[in-house]
Structure formats: C-alpha cells, structure tokens
Nanobody, 126 residues
Framework: QVQLVESGGGSVQAGGSLRLSCAADINTDNIACMGWFRQAPGKEREGVAAVDRHGSTVYADSVKGRFTISKDNAKNSLFLQMNSLNPEDTAMYYC????????????????????WGQGTQVTVSS
C-alpha cells in the first residue's frame, strides 16, 4: 500500500500564498503522474494540477497562472505553490498518484487515481 502524506495547509487571507507538500513512501519517478485535487464542502472533488513522469504539467483553468506544481524525485515529494489565493480556493487538498499510463488529462481525473493522501485543509478568508 502506497502512503501519501500531505502538509502545508492552513489559513490565509485573500491574496496570500501557501505551499503544499506531499511525501510519498515510494519512488515517485516510477509513477505515471501525481497530482493535487481539492474538495470544497458540498462539491465534487476536482483536479487542480498534475505532473507526469516526464515533467509535463496540466492545470485546471481556475488555477492557471496562480498555482505551480513541481516534483522532486530525489525526495519522493510533490509540491503545490499557491499564489494569489482567493476564498474560492478554500477546500481540502489531496495528493494523489496514478500508477499506470495513460497520463495526460487522465492525471486530473479523480476517478483515475490509484492512491490518495488524507488531505490538508486550505482556508482563504476575504
């Protein structure tokens, strides 16, 4: 069983920044893609950003230009730098891994992920 552990969530004011981290207990270089997802109360879980094994990234339109995903295979870690946060970004954020290909847009599909972390809460106040 793969373990993914998120950290870095918290409460910030609108316009602020947070950096989320996800530590994996496996070699992340072997994973087709890893990504960040979020779920706000009363809403479905949605893909935020993902990066594949070759470093290609994909973002949800709502976060393009504000969020940056990165992966450090030497540390088996995934990161999400979130800038210009707004109240609509408030949600539980989850790290996920998709073990097998295909990657691409599948990396942002919640129902295509194989492993999930427990989540870290992000709250943005106006």
């Amino acid at each position: 069983q793969v373990q993914l552990v998120e950290s870095g969530g918290g409460s910030v004011q609108a316009g602020g920044s947070l950096r989320l981290s996800c530590a994996a207990d496996i070699n992340t270089d072997n994973i087709a893609c890893m990504g960040w997802f979020r779920q706000a109360p009363g809403k479905e879980r949605e893909g935020v950003a993902a990066v594949d094994r070759h470093g290609s990234t994909v973002y949800a339109d709502s976060v393009k230009g504000r969020f940056t995903i990165s992966k450090d295979n030497a540390k088996n870690s995934l990161f999400l730098q979130m800038n210009s946060l707004n109240p609509e970004d408030t949600a539980m954020y989850y790290c996920a891994a998709k073990w097998f290909y295909p990657a691409g847009t599948y990396c942002l599909a919640s129902n295509k992920q194989d492993y999930w972390g427990q989540g870290t809460q992000v709250t943005v106040s106006s």
